[in-house]
C-alpha cells in the first residue's frame, strides 16, 4: 500500500505542477489567448491536466479509504486466529487460560502502535515525493561532460552562437527536435523565435541555456563550448 501510495503521491503533485504552470502562463498571456479567440482550446487543455489530477488525487483518496479498514480487519483477524487455534488448545490444557488472555491482551496492544506506524510510513512516503519534485525544480539533473579546462562565464552579454544544431531526446533517439539549426546572436542583441506548438523552439532556448546538453558543441559563448 504505502509503495503505490508514494507513485500515487508522485503523480499527484505532476499533474498539479502541469496544471499550475499551465494556468500562470495563461495568465501571462491572457492578451494573447483574447486576441486570438482561443479560450475554448485553453479550456481544452486545462480539462486535460485537471482531469490528470482528479484522477491521481482520487486514486489516493481511495487508497487511504482502504488502508484503515484494511488494518483493522487484520488486527480482528489476528484475534480470530489466536481463538480459533488457542481456544481448543487451552481446552485440552496444552496452554493456561491465562497465556490464551495474555496473547489476546498482546495483540491489542500492538495492534495500535502498527496502526500508526502505517500512516507515519505513509506520511514519510508523501514527503519523499514531495521532496523529490522539488529536488527536480531546485537542484535539475544537467549532464555535465568531463571536458578540460572548464572556462568561467564572462559578465555582461555574451556572443552567442549556434553552429548545425541537432538535438534528440532520450526516449527517442530517432526523432530529432531540432535539424541542422544555425543562427548567430551578436551580444546585446535581440533575436524572435516563430514556430507552430511542437517546433523546437522551447528545445532551442534549453539546449542554449544547458538544461539540455547538445552531443556536439554546437552552441558557443563567446566561442567557447557552452558545455
Given amino acids: ?42 479550456f481544452e487543455r486545462f480539462q486535460v491536466h485537471n482531469q490528470q489530477h482528479l484522477r491521481a488525487s482520487l486514486l489516493r483518496a481511495q487508497m487511504r479509504a482502504a488502508i484503515g ?32 488472555i495474555a496473547f489476546t491482551m498482546l495483540i491489542a496492544y500492538v495492534s495500535g502502535p502498527l496502526h500508526s506506524i502505517s500512516f507515519l510510513l505513509a506520511i514519510f512516503k508523501q514527503s519523499q515525493a514531495a521532496i523529490e519534485r522539488v529536488n527536480e525544480i531546485m537542484d535539475p539533473e544537467i549532464e555535465r561532460p568531463d571536458l578540460p579546462n572548464p572556462v568561467p562565464m564572462s559578465e555582461g552579454a555574451p556572443h552567442i552562437s549556434v553552429n548545425q544544431l541537432s538535438f534528440s531526446y532520450p526516449e527517442a533517439p530517432d526523432d530529432q527536435v531540432l535539424r541542422d539549426v544555425t543562427v548567430d546572436i551578436p551580444a546585446s542583441s535581440t533575436l524572435g523565435v516563430f514556430g507552430p506548438t511542437g517546433s523546437g523552439k522551447t528545445t532551442l532556448l534549453r539546449c542554449i541555456a544547458r538544461l539540455y546538453n547538445p552531443d556536439d558543441p554546437a552552441v558557443r559563448f563567446n566561442g567557447t563550448d557552452v558545455r
Fill in 1 to 42: 500500500f504505502i509503495r503505490r501510495m508514494f507513485h500515487l503521491v508522485h503523480e499527484m503533485q505532476a499533474a498539479l505542477a502541469a496544471l499550475s504552470d499551465l494556468i500562470l502562463s495563461s495568465y501571462q498571456g491572457v492578451a494573447t489567448i483574447q486576441a486570438f479567440n482561443a479560450s475554448e482550446a485553453f
Fill in 69 to 100: 479498514p484494511v488494518l483493522a480487519l487484520t488486527g480482528s483477524l489476528n484475534v480470530f486466529l489466536l481463538l480459533y487455534l488457542g481456544g481448543p488448545m487451552a481446552i485440552r490444557g496444552e496452554i493456561s487460560a491465562g497465556e490464551l
